[in-house]
């Protein structure tokens, strides 16, 4: 089956690809929404515009496409480029969709309307074991921006070990945020996964936004 991609450059729907690869999908491009609001409902913000960069290191065609951000206008964008994608020969989606029924919802209530059938991979999977797993498989990635109460923002733009996993881990039983950040309360960006074929680098700068609120902006990307 041909498929496309939604994919933000964070770990899941990096992991959401992987999956697709794996099974033996024919993934004929990754789409990237890019809102011009922060607080979009939809989609990922921060570093959106580098996943360019990603989608060369993995081969993939990338169709990228701005969006308001807006809770109604960003479905009907959505639906725009989902129509593009068909029109390409997109027979379904792939979305990398953890925990939130808005997103998965919207999604498939499009793509039904389409005639697309919708995979969501990583639908309910077990958190804290989804996060072990992803560093054990060789996905290497940076965490962007963390706005959460007790959360361990030194780990803001480093790459994220096994060790640093359990930190997150214990900091989220401890203070009640979601381990894998499905919340909203870290964005990640893939530097290297078992797709890339070459490993990305990327520079930065951490920046305090409020007492709870970090972010690491990528600078440089090469």
Same mark, same amino acid.
């Given at each position: 089956?041909?498929?496309?991609?939604? $994919?933000?450059?964070?770990?899941?729907?990096?992991?959401?690809?992987?999956?697709?690869?794996?099974?033996?999908?024919?993934?004929?491009?990754?789409?990237?929404?890019?809102?011009?609001?922060?607080?979009?409902?939809?989609?990922?913000?921060?570093?959106?515009?580098?996943?360019?960069?990603?989608?060369?290191?993995?081969?993939?065609?990338?169709?990228?496409?701005?969006? *308001?951000?807006?809770?109604?206008?960003?479905?009907?964008?959505?639906?725009?480029?989902?129509?593009?994608?068909?029109?390409?020969?997109?027979?379904?989606?792939? *979305?990398?969709? #953890?925990?939130?029924?808005?997103?998965?919802?919207?999604?498939?209530?499009?793509?039904?309307?389409?005639?697309?059938?919708? $995979?969501?991979?990583?639908?309910?999977?077990?958190?804290?074991?989804?996060?072990?797993?992803?560093?054990?498989?060789?996905?290497?990635?940076?965490?962007?921006?963390? *706005?959460?109460?007790? $959360?361990?923002?030194?780990?803001?733009?480093?790459?994220?070990?096994?060790?640093?996993?359990?930190?997150?881990?214990? *900091?989220?039983?401890?203070?009640?945020?979601?381990?894998? $950040?499905?919340?909203?309360?870290?964005?990640?960006?893939?530097?290297?996964?078992? #797709?890339?074929?070459?490993?990305?680098?990327?520079?930065?700068?951490?920046?305090?936004?409020?007492?709870?609120?970090?972010?690491?902006?990528?600078?440089?990307?090469?």
């Amino acid at each position: 089956m041909k498929i496309c991609a939604l $994919f933000s450059g964070g770990k899941d729907s990096t992991y959401a690809l992987h999956w697709a690869v794996l099974k033996g999908f024919e993934v004929i491009c990754l789409i990237t929404l890019i809102p011009k609001r922060e607080d979009s409902w939809m989609f990922q913000y921060p570093n959106v515009i580098y996943t360019r960069y990603q989608a060369d290191a993995m081969g993939f065609n990338l169709i990228t496409f701005n969006t *308001s951000g807006e809770k109604e206008k960003e479905l009907e964008d959505l639906r725009n480029v989902l129509l593009e994608a068909k029109e390409e020969g997109a027979e379904g989606i792939i *979305s990398g969709a #953890l925990l939130s029924d808005y997103q998965r919802l919207n999604i498939s209530l499009i793509a039904e309307e389409l005639g697309l059938k919708t $995979f969501t991979p990583l639908w309910r999977k077990n958190q804290e074991e989804y996060m072990r797993w992803l560093v054990r498989e060789g996905f290497k990635f940076i965490i962007t921006s963390a *706005s959460a109460y007790g $959360f361990p923002f030194n780990l803001l733009g480093k790459e994220i070990t096994e060790e640093d996993v359990e930190k997150i881990i214990t *900091s989220a039983r401890k203070y009640g945020f979601n381990p894998a $950040f499905e919340g909203g309360e870290a964005e990640t960006f893939v530097i290297y996964a078992p #797709l890339f074929k070459r490993q990305l680098k990327v520079e930065g700068e951490l920046r305090k936004i409020s007492e709870y609120e970090w972010r690491y902006e990528i600078k440089n990307i090469h």
